[in-house]
């Protein structure tokens, strides 16, 4: 599709678990960017990346949060240990450079819930 | 610190008639970034306008306006001629540093035939 991709749409794991969102961006586009949504809350910035390096993680809450994006495509947030408080919606977003206007491309995100 | 304050949990509006999302921001920057987007219930964020900091002309898009007050830090939505399929959540956010988008809490919309 011309979207951004994100799988799984929904994911239900039990506390503890390591969990993988992957987030497949608009082709050529070279911003890439991890959200996560609470329930009633707006997004909230998790990491963005240019190319294949982060260029800004300042967003993620702590170290068992961990993104790649080994080729500048492709992404995959990682978190480890999971706890109840993870559960949200994680959005992916890209946009053709950085710097713009701020036209992010938005997927429809990852519901995951952490039991 | 960067803020977006979105008072307005929820709005009601008539199909044809004219509706005004608020949205405050607090930065202490002299350059930035406002913009609004759509959340329907699919979930994804759909960008709807952008309003530079420094640019002098209220942003347009279609339907959608926004009414940048400078000196109030304010930057509200008014969608014109409201449609069934606006009924969603829209959120306003703010460009913080180069890239990061720092959003409100949102306000729910909803468009009655």
């Known amino acids: 599709g011309a979207g951004v991709s994100q799988t799984p749409s929904n994911k239900v794991t039990e506390k503890g678990k390591y969990v993988e969102l992957r987030c497949d961006p608009i082709s050529g586009h070279t911003a890439l960017y991890w959200y996560r949504q609470s329930l009633g809350q707006g997004p909230e910035f998790l990491i963005y990346f240019q190319g294949t390096g982060a260029a800004d993680d300042s967003g993620l809450p702590n170290d068992r949060f961990f993104a790649v994006r080994p080729e500048g495509s492709v992404s995959t947030l990682k978190i480890q240990r999971t706890e109840r408080g993870d559960s949200a919606v994680y959005l992916c977003?890209?946009?053709?450079?950085?710097?713009?206007?701020?036209?992010?491309?938005f997927g429809e995100g990852s519901r995951l819930t952490v039991l | 610190a960067q803020k977006i304050t979105q008072t307005q949990p929820g709005m009601f509006v008539q199909e044809k008639e004219a509706v005004t999302l608020d949205c405050t921001y607090d930065?202490?920057?002299?350059?930035?970034?406002l913009f609004w987007y759509k959340q329907p219930s699919s979930g994804e964020m759909i960008f709807l306008i952008y309003?530079?900091?420094?640019?002098?002309q209220n942003a347009t898009e279609g339907r959608y306006s926004l009414n940048f007050q400078k000196a109030r830090k304010s930057a509200n939505l008014v969608i014109s001629a409201s449609q069934l399929g606006d009924s969603a959540m829209y959120f306003c956010?703010?460009?913080?540093?180069?890239?990061?988008?720092?959003f409100g809490t949102g306000t729910r919309l909803l468009v009655s035939p």
């Open positions: 930065t202490s920057d002299q350059s930035y970034g």
């Open positions: 977003a890209s946009s053709f450079t950085s710097g713009n206007t701020g036209e992010l491309f």
């Open positions: 956010a703010m460009r913080v540093g180069f890239q990061k988008l720092v």
């Open positions: 309003q530079g900091s420094y640019d002098e």
